[in-house]
């Protein structure tokens, strides 16, 4: 007998374990389909997590993926209250309340309660049938599936991320934006509620088309809560007294040009995590509308904010009234005529090359370029006037002149490997001199960046737009001394009439900027920085259509300065002059830097034997003891080799004179510190040395 039994036990163990093997391959080979949970709305979002714009999946839902972290906690307690109260104990299917349904059907004849789990409706959400005794078999089955491969969490983020909500609405988080016009997380309890009935019927309780029928399924839940003890009677009675919403809200549209774009893009990423500050955009936003109800018909204008210190875009405005006529055109994207704005970078290549100083004395006045022959904005010319001043009057002539020198070719070239997109008039021709004045296209993307790149000291790098992308290359525009004298030149531009008395802005931060205006008033923009921040603006038509009101000064201007009133105050303290700057007069400049010339014919290479200067005493690095306190000279004699006379010598950029190659430069310090000495020659070549004057003990 023992021996049969015992044969008996081992035929049953072998049978459960080939039954064991059977279930296991069959669960192996046939999966959950997890299609649609995956089938996601891609979502736009700021760079702290804040949606900003959500697009239809592939399949025409919105289909918000939601956790339960992302959820009310009181809609979950009523969910799990209402649905499953077993949910965190069982394994995807609940015997007790399985047991209870078959009495009860039993007792009444037909179905009195159901025994789904919240884990079976998930199920059924991933794989929707007809409703059946086969199709019930078959979530119990799928729902034992996904008890074993995901966590309680998991499962519940399935079912939120699912749930039909009406239409065509599937989850929590798009129910609850598109009823409530708020994230899960901020639903009050009769909209918890409303939630957790309208998937038992998601057709029949929509509140946006019967509204009575809502408020009862709602109801329906806030008595069985009262019953059950989950929320008091008092808060149930103040919740039943609230109405429904009788209409479906638009989804969130922030940033929406930007958002487009980066949703073709990344059109596999569900999720796209953008560099935009969700407060600012919104901020930027409002201000746009509220200064576009001042333009003429047709108006629009594009703003976009750039952090300096990580060139990351913090607000891009392509464009006001979305769904307007030809409102979805990235405006901001786009290449439009820059009038003067680009001028500071002929100015600042200028610099870089030594041929021209911020002091450097130039004619305004009428010239001929050939054929071309430029007029001033104003129609009149200014004579005689300092390379600082025709920058920060934007006068056309010596831009042009100093364009001339420089080259168009290089000009543009420089633009280009800095990132910058160009349009020219007409593919293949080399660039020309009208470039100077707006005679080509860029976007004010691009010429943000190139603004940025002045801010960071004369160094340009692609702006970023997603929280992933990587830091992109360097690219010089030009030296740092060139950006320097940019940032104080334009730092001291004229204000727009109304601001320049105090009125409007205060001044918390010190703003270099420039305005452009293009040919036939199409466009209007302003461009500058702080210590911080690079904002741009541009302010016009999308179809290019003119109007005489649109100047940059005017125009754009103010709603810079407005821009840079909505951020924070700038952390970061005034870049240091840096080695080699020279802050002289014209008559202090050498020789070379105090006029510049038109070139009206190349000029031959200079043919010197003569070296550069370099300074011999003190040598860079250097500490030098300052002369006894009862010493008759208290001066120390400055030596250079090399250079053409005359040789101009500075410390901290303030010019000590003029001197000819061998005659004694002597100076005297005026107590101990850190000084940087600076010898210039005739060609405008230099050389520095950072040195520390020292007391002896």
Not at 589 to 607: D, H, M, N, V, Y
Not at 654 to 666: K, M, Q, S, T, Y
Request: glycine share 10%; charged share 20%; aromatic share 8%.
């Amino acid at each position: 007998m023992t021996r049969v039994w015992r044969s008996r036990l081992i035929t049953a163990a072998f049978a459960l374990l080939g039954i064991a093997c059977a279930l296991a391959a069959a669960d192996r080979a046939n999966p959950p389909d997890m299609t649609r949970y995956a089938a996601l709305s891609p979502e736009v979002v700021a760079r702290d997590g804040a949606l900003l714009r959500p697009f239809l999946s592939k399949d025409g839902f919105w289909r918000l993926k939601t956790d339960p972290r992302d959820v009310n906690a009181r809609y979950l307690l009523l969910l799990k209250a209402y649905e499953d109260k077993r949910f965190e104990n069982h394994w995807g299917v609940d015997p007790a309340a399985l047991a209870r349904a078959v009495l009860q059907y039993a007792g009444a004849g037909r179905v009195v309660s159901g025994a789904s789990t919240l884990t079976m409706q998930a199920a059924r959400l991933l794989e929707p049938r007809p409703r059946g005794l086969g199709a019930k078999i078959i979530q119990m089955a799928r729902a034992l599936q996904l008890e074993e491969r995901y966590s309680k969490d998991q499962i519940l983020s399935i079912y939120l991320t699912l749930a039909p909500e009406g239409g065509n609405l599937e989850g929590i988080r798009a129910a609850s934006l598109s009823y409530f016009g708020k994230e899960p997380a901020a639903l009050d309890l009769s909209q918890s509620a409303l939630l957790v009935a309208l998937p038992q019927s998601p057709a029949r309780l929509r509140p946006d088309r019967h509204g009575l029928a809502a408020i009862a399924g709602r109801n329906k839940v806030l008595a069985r809560m009262v019953e059950e003890g989950v929320v008091t009677k008092g808060d149930a009675d103040v919740a039943m007294r609230e109405g429904v919403p009788s209409l479906r809200l638009a989804m969130p549209i922030v940033a929406p040009h930007l958002s487009a774009r980066l949703a073709r893009q990344y059109q596999n990423s569900p999720r796209i995590v953008t560099t935009l500050d969700a407060g600012l955009q919104g901020a930027v936003e409002r201000l746009a509308n509220q200064e576009r109800a001042y333009f003429e018909d047709g108006s629009s204008l594009a703003i976009v904010v750039v952090d300096n210190r990580t060139h990351a875009v913090l607000a891009y405005l392509g464009g006001t009234d979305y769904w307007g006529k030809s409102g979805q055109i990235d405006l901001a994207n786009r290449a439009r005529s820059p009038g003067s704005a680009l001028k500071p970078f002929i100015y600042g290549l200028a610099f870089d090359d030594l041929i021209l100083h911020p002091s450097s004395m130039m004619e305004d006045e009428p010239t001929q370029f050939g054929d071309y022959a430029p007029r001033d904005f104003s129609g009149a010319f200014q004579g005689a006037v300092t390379a600082r001043d025709a920058l920060r009057m934007s006068l056309n002539i010596p831009a042009v002149m100093v364009l001339d020198r420089v080259g168009p070719l290089r000009f543009t070239l420089a633009l280009s490997n800095a990132g910058a997109r160009l349009a020219f008039p007409t593919r293949g021709d080399a660039p020309s001199l009208p470039v100077a004045l707006g005679g080509l296209g860029i976007s004010l993307a691009d010429i943000a960046m190139l603004y940025c790149g002045i801010a960071d000291a004369g160094v340009a790098r692609p702006l970023r737009v997603t929280a992933d992308a990587p830091q992109g290359a360097d690219h010089r525009l030009f030296g740092a001394v060139a950006a320097w004298y940019l940032r104080d030149i334009l730092s001291g531009v004229n204000l727009p009439e109304g601001w320049a008395m105090g009125q409007g802005l205060s001044r918390q931060r010190t703003i270099a900027f420039k305005t452009g205006t293009s040919y036939g008033f199409r466009d209007a923009w302003s461009v500058g920085f702080s210590n911080d921040y690079t904002v741009g603006v541009w302010v016009g038509r999308a179809d290019g259509a003119p109007d005489s009101g649109r100047v940059g000064r005017e125009t754009a201007g103010p709603i810079l300065l407005k821009t840079f009133g909505l951020l924070p105050a700038d952390t970061r303290p005034d870049p240091p002059m840096p080695a080699g700057a020279i802050t002289a007069s014209t008559d202090q400049l050498p020789q070379g830097l105090r006029i510049f010339t038109r070139e009206t014919e190349a000029s031959p290479p200079r043919q010197t034997s003569v070296p550069p200067p370099t300074i011999s005493f003190p040598p860079n690095g250097a500490t030098v003891p300052l002369p006894e306190a009862n010493a008759k000279d208290k001066t120390i004699m400055l030596k250079a080799d090399g250079g053409e006379a005359p040789l101009t010598w500075l410390v901290n950029g303030a010019p000590i004179g003029n001197f000819d190659r061998f005659a004694p430069a002597l100076y005297a310090p005026p107590g101990e510190g850190f000084a940087r000495i600076t010898v210039v020659d005739a060609q405008g070549r230099s050389d520095s040395a950072q040195v520390r004057f020292k007391k002896l003990h």
